[in-house]
Structures are given as structure tokens and as C-alpha cells.
């Protein structure tokens, strides 16, 4: 009952405490305080130690065919996953899932997903994903599988996000939804379908993805007009530097730039004073651009090949 009263006040040192305390008392409510104890423990966003996820199978085991089994047995899956036993956490869910109800299965898989996305690393959060039944993805929540997208494309593996999207209803019209799917369609080189799927969405991301879209098709003077509105100033620059926009390119923030856009926005030296001064002038001005250049690309990081 003292947990259950820290819990409600969001104490959950003082409800661990509790829960601790009928755990060592080895009787009857040892396997509701477990229970209680994981799913706290888990909505606060801590590891759980491998001896515990075992008490808790353990636990199941004698409660089987029970409403207490049902509980203990999703909270047995997901203590294994909190503590990073991934492969021994969703092996034991095709065993212990028939035994738990198809709410119960299914809700207990999203969260061991979710756990996984929020903590593997990712050669394990790969090895899960690449293997989980498509039908998963399907019964997803919308926010649970762009999570999910999301950090597979991450990882570069695109064509993977864009299969785990597909899976999912297409008629979730969500905003992060569509701009995931625009952030893909990049990735497999297609401007044109990146566009498309943001089309009448009106915010920076959205016009971030537009600029880089028309990046890709050429069009430089395209992407500079969608990032003109742009908080992004290394976005703004790109695109200035892609568009040769040296008008914009003397506002930069960087005196490197500044001076180089300086030396391109000058104009041609005069004639009017003969052929030497006139000569003179366009050699200090082809010092001045190159000194400015090579400026620039002293502060740029370029790596030499191997």
C-alpha cells in the first residue's frame, strides 16, 4: 500500500523502497510487487538488472494460468528487455505470448520495441528490426513506428525505413509523418516523391526538405528561395554557395566568406586610365580573390583521400 501511495505521488524511491521490502518477505506479495516494481522502474526510464528480469520469469512460472501470470509474464519480457538481454527477450516472447491475452501480447511486444529502439545499440537494434515480422509494424501507434523508421534511416538503411512506413496505414496524414517519408524518399535519390509528400505542409522542416529536393534536381536557385526563410544559417549559406548568390554570400556570418563574395560581387576596373592600369587593376584584383580563397580553404576541413 506504501507503494502503491509513492507511485501515485511519483516517488519511485520511496515506492522502490516498498516493494523491495515485500520482495526479501519471499510470501504472497512477492509477485505483485515485482510486477509493480518492473512497470515502475520501466515508465521512469531505468535499467533493470538481469537478476531481477530472472526472479520475475521465475515468478511466472508458479503463477502461470493466472491473472497474476498475465501480469508477471509481460512484466518478465520487458524486465529482460530493460536489461539488455535483446536476443533472450524476444525469444521468450514466442514462448510466454500464448500464454498472455492478444491485448496484452501485442501491447508488451510495442514496449519491448520501443525499449529497444530507446537503448540498444545499433548492431542490436539492426539485428531485431531487420528480422521483425511485418505484421508488427502494422499494429503499431504511428509515433512507435517513426521511431522506429527513424533511426533505421538514421543508419542509412532508407529502403528499410521506407518498408516500415509502408507497412503502416498510409492514411496517417500526421506532419512527422509525411516529413519522415519526404526525409526518405531523399535518401533513395528521389526529389521529386520528396516533394510530393510534403506537399501544402508549411514549416521550416518542410521547406529545409524542399530546398534540399530541389538541390538534388539542379535547381539552386530553387532551394535558395526555401531557404531564405530558414533559421538554419549553414543550410542558407549551402544553398547561397550552390546558387552563387554572392549578394546573400556578404551577409555571412563568417569573414572568410564575407571577403570572398567581396572579391565576386566586384566590378570589372576601369578603362579609362590605359591598358597598364587597367591591367594592374585586374591583377590585384585576381590577388585579392585569390588570397580570399585560399583563406577559405584553410578554414575548410577537407580530408585527403587514403
Known sequence: ARAELALADGDLSAADQ???????????????????LINARISKGQDIDYDT??????????TRGTPMGQELGGAYLLALTASRSYAEAFAEF????????????????????RLLGAQADDIEFLRQILGEPK????RMPADLTREIAQRALTLGFADVADEILSVASRSVTEPEQRLLRAEIALAQDLPHLAEAEIIGLASPDADTLRARARTSLGDYAGAMRYAEGLQDEAAKQQAAWLAQDWQSLLLAGDPSTQNLAQAMTQAAPDQAGGLLQFNQALIDQSIATRSALSALLAITAISDPP
Open 94 to 113: 514466442e514462448r510466454v505470448s500464448p500464454d498472455l491475452s492478444l491485448e496484452n501480447a501485442q501491447k508488451t511486444r510495442q514496449e519491448m520495441l
Open 53 to 62: 528480469a530472472q526472479l520475475a520469469g521465475a515468478l511466472y512460472q508458479e
Open 135 to 138: 505484421e508488427s509494424f502494422a
Open 18 to 36: 516498498s516493494l523491495q521490502g515485500s520482495l526479501s518477505g519471499n510470501d504472497v506479495n512477492s509477485a505483485p510487487a515485482l510486477a509493480a
